[in-house]
C-alpha cells in the first residue's frame, strides 16, 4: 500500500468502453490483421464444399479477388482504402449467392477471426459490420430466383415446352453430358457409365422440368450415396446445366426458372435433406424444444423477443399493433417457432412467404429481430450452445420473409436507373398530381399518433412547401430544390426508424389514396429510401441487451400494474378460490372476514412483489400453524394465481417471476400442518390399537359419531349427504370408522368409491367432514395430538370417497 501510493483505481467498464470506441480495422489488427485474415478465411473458402465453387478460380483471378477483399474489408471495418462500397452489388448480382451461403461465409469469417486469436467481442463486431452487406450480395440471385419462382407456379408445362419438350430436354442433357465430363471437378463421377448415367438423367429431368411422369428409378439417394457427393460437386453440375442451356439459345430469365425447378434435386442427391436441420435440433437424444426448457421457456423468450421488437425503434413499425392482433401475431410466432425446434407443427411454414411479402421488412429489419431474440433468450439465461442453435433455425427462414421486399424494391431500383424518374413523375400525374399526392400525405400524417408532431405548428406551410419541392425532384420533376440539404435540417431532431418507417407508410397510403399503382407506389418507397441515412443523422445504435434488462429491472410489482394490478389479482383469486373445491373450505367465511383476508393478502402480495411493504411476514407461520393447509393445497393457490394472471394478459416471464417469489413462502403456510401431520404419522406407525383405547374403544367412538353427525346435519356444506338415510349412513360409518381408528375389523359393506359414486361428493365436502370430525374430538375432551393422529388416519380415505384412488398422484406423475 505505502510503494503504491499513487495507484490509481481501475476501471473496468471504461476501460472496455475505450477498447469498444477503437475501429473494428484497428481491433483485428490493421492491414497486416485483414491480409492475414483474407489468407486464412480463403483457404477454409476453398476448402469448404458449401463455398469452394465461388472462390476456386485460376492463380491470377484469385490474387486479384484477395486484393479486391482486402480493400473492401479495410473500409468496411474503418480503415483507409480507394474501395468503393456502392461496387458490391454490381460485383455479386449475376453470381447465384444465396442466404445459405452468406451464412457459411459468416460462420467461416468467425471460424478465421477465432484461429487468428481475434477476441469474441471484436469477431461479433466485425460479423455485425458484414450483415448489412447481406442484401449487396444476395439481392441478385433472389430477384432471379423469386421471379422465375412465380414463373413455374404458374405451371411447368409452360417451362417443358419453352424447352423444346422430351427432344429439346434430350438434346440438353447430351450437351451438359458433353461439358460436365471435361469438367475436372466432376468427371470422375461418370466414369465408365456415361451412357447409363445420360439415359437416367433424361428421364428423370423430363419429368422433373414438365414432361410425362415416366421415371421408375431408384431414389436418388440411393443412386449417389456410394459416390461421396457433396455441395462443390454439385454446384458445379448446376454451373455446367447452366452452361448447356445457354449454349442452347435459352434466354436468362428461362435459365433461371430451370435452376429454381433443379434446386431442390439438391437435398436428395446429397440425402441431407433435413439432416442439417435435425442435426441442429437433435443433441444428445434431446430436441432443441427440450433443450430450450419446453413450451413454457419458448413461450416466455417469443414474448420477451416480442415486448422488444415494439420497444426497438429499428422494428417497432412491424410490431407495434391493436391488442387482439398483438396476441393474434404473438401466437403465430410461438406456434411456428415451436414447430421447427422439433415440437408439434401448428403453422404451415408455406404461409410465411404470401403472409410477408409486401411488407417492408429488409435484413436490417430481420437481424434486429434475431438480436432481440437472442437477448431475450440470454436474459432468460439459456445456455449459448442452445441459443445458437435456435437463432440458425430462425434464420434459415430469412429469405421468406424478406423476399418480398427485396424483389419488388429491387426491380423499382433497376427501373429508376434504367429508365430515369421522368416517367414515373408523369404516372403520378407530374406538377398537379404530385400536389395532391402532398396535399393526402399531410392529411394522413396529421392522423398519425407516431409523426404528426412533427408537422404542426406555424412554420407548418413552409415546411409543407420545402418538403413537397424536394419530393418533387425526387420523383422526377423538372424543378430546382432550393432547400436545405437533409442531413443540415434533421441534424437537430432525434428521428428514429420507427418514426421514418411510419413516414413511409403514410406516403404509401397516400400514394394509394391517389391512384398510383403498386409499381409506382414502390418505386417512390425506393426513392424514398434513399433519404433515410440524412434523415436519422442523429439516430442512436440500439443496445437490445440493455433494453431488456433495464425492463427486467422493474419489479413484478410494476410489472402487474402496481397497487391496482395486484388488488385485481387478489380478488380474482379469492373469487376462484371460492369456485375451487380443493380450497374452498379455507376462503368461505364471513363477509367481514372476507374482507379482512382479501386486504392482508393484498398487502403481503404487493410487499412480496416489490411494492409498498405495510404487512408483517412475522405473522405468517403463526397464522397458518394451526390450519391443515398442505402442499397440495399451497399448489391449488398457485394454479389458481397462474390462471389469473394469465386471463388478465400478464407476460409468461412476468408470471414465471411472480410465482417464484411466492413459492418460498409455502414453508411458512404449510409447516404447521406437515410438522403435526408428521408426528400423528410417527405416533399411529407405532400401532392404532393404541390411538383406539385413547379414543375410549369402540364407545368411544360411538359416542363421537353421534357428536358427529349432531355437528354435519347442521353444516350447510355436507348436511343434505348425511340427512338423507341418517340412521343406516350413521351406522355404516360408525362400524367403518371404528376398523380405520384401530379397532376390530367388522367393516363388510360395499368400498366407499361405489357408495358415494354419483353423490357429487368434492373435496370441499371432505374437507368440511374433517372439519366437523375435529370439533367433535375437539368436544369430547381429546387433546391437540390425538385430534392430529385422527386427521392422519383418516385423510387417505379422502380418496377413496372421491373415487380417484391414487390415480391422481399416479397422473401427475406419468405426464
Known sequence: RDVLINRKPHDVRRTQEAASAKTVYERVGGDAGIANFVELMYEKATADARTKSFFEKNKAKVSVHKKQLVAFLTKLFGGQSSYELSDVRAAHYTLNLSDYHFDCLLDIFAASFKEMGVKPRDTQDAIAVLQPIRADVTTGYTVRMEMARKNVEKGKDQLFKRLGAAEGITGLVEMWFNIAKSDARIKELIGDSLEKMKAGATIYLVELLGGPKAYKGRSLGEIHRHLDINDYHFDALVADFSRALLGAGHPDNLIDEVMVTVEPVRAEVLEKSRAAMDSVLMRDGKSLLERFGGDMDLETAVEGMYDKAVEDHRTRFYFEKAKAKQRQVRRKMYQYICGQFGGPQQYDPKQLRPAHYNMNITDYHFDAVLENFWCAAELMEMANPVITDAVEVLGKVRQMVTAGCTVRLEIARKKSESQGTDGLYECLGAATGLQ???????????????????????????????????????????????????????????????????????????????????????????????????????????????????????????????????????????????????????????????????????????????????????????????????????????????????????????????????????????????????????????????????????????????????????????????????????AGMTVYIVEMLGGPKAYKGKELGEIHKGLGVNDYHFDAFLADFGRALLGAGHQDVLIDEVMVSLEPVRADVLGRSRDVTDAAVMK
Open 436 to 730: 395532391t399526392f402532398i396535399d393526402k400525405l399531410y392529411e394522413t400524417m396529421a392522423k398519425d399518433e407516431m409523426i404528426k408532431h412533427y408537422f404542426t405548428g406555424s412554420k407548418m406551410e413552409a415546411i409543407k412547401k420545402s418538403q413537397g419541392s424536394y419530393l418533387a425532384v425526387m420523383f422526377g420533376a423538372p424543378i430546382q430544390y432550393e432547400g436545405r440539404p437533409l442531413d443540415r435540417i434533421h441534424s437537430v431532431m432525434s428521428i428514429s426508424d420507427f418514426e421514418f418507417d411510419s413516414f413511409l407508410s403514410c406516403c404509401g397510403t397516400a400514394l394509394r389514396a391517389v391512384g398510383a399503382d403498386a409499381q409506382n407506389v414502390d418505386e417512390c418507397v425506393v426513392l424514398l429510401e434513399t433519404a433515410r441515412r440524412d434523415v436519422l443523422i442523429n439516430r442512436r445504435p440500439h443496445d437490445v441487451k440493455k433494453t431488456q434488462e433495464a425492463a427486467s429491472a422493474k419489479s413484478v410489482y410494476e410489472r402487474l400494474g402496481g397497487e391496482m394490478g395486484v388488488t385485481n389479482m387478489v380478488e380474482s383469486m379469492y373469487n376462484q378460490a371460492l369456485e375451487d373445491t380443493r380450497i374452498r373450505s379455507f376462503f368461505e367465511k364471513n363477509k367481514a372476514k372476507v374482507t379482512t383476508i382479501k386486504k392482508k393478502m393484498t398487502q403481503f402480495i404487493g410487499g412480496a412483489f416489490g411494492g409498498p411493504v405495510t404487512y408483517d411476514t412475522n405473522d405468517l407461520r403463526p397464522m397458518h400453524y394451526g390450519m391443515n393447509v398442505s402442499d397440495y393445497h399451497f399448489d391449488a393457490i398457485l394454479d389458481i394465481i397462474k390462471g389469473v394472471l394469465k386471463e388478465s394478459g400478464v407476460k409468461p416471464k412476468d408470471i414465471m417471476d411472480a410465482i417464484l417469489i411466492l413459492q418460498p413462502v409455502r414453508a411458512d403456510v404449510t409447516t404447521g400442518f406437515t410438522v403435526r401431520m408428521e408426528m400423528a404419522r410417527k405416533n399411529v406407525e407405532k400401532g392404532k390399537d393404541q390411538m383406539f383405547k385413547r379414543l375410549g374403544a369402540s364407545e368411544g367412538i360411538t359416542a363421537l359419531m353421534d357428536q358427529f353427525f349432531n355437528i354435519g346435519t347442521t353444516d350447510v356444506r355436507i348436511k343434505e349427504f348425511l340427512l338423507k338415510d341418517k340412521d343406516r349412513i350413521k
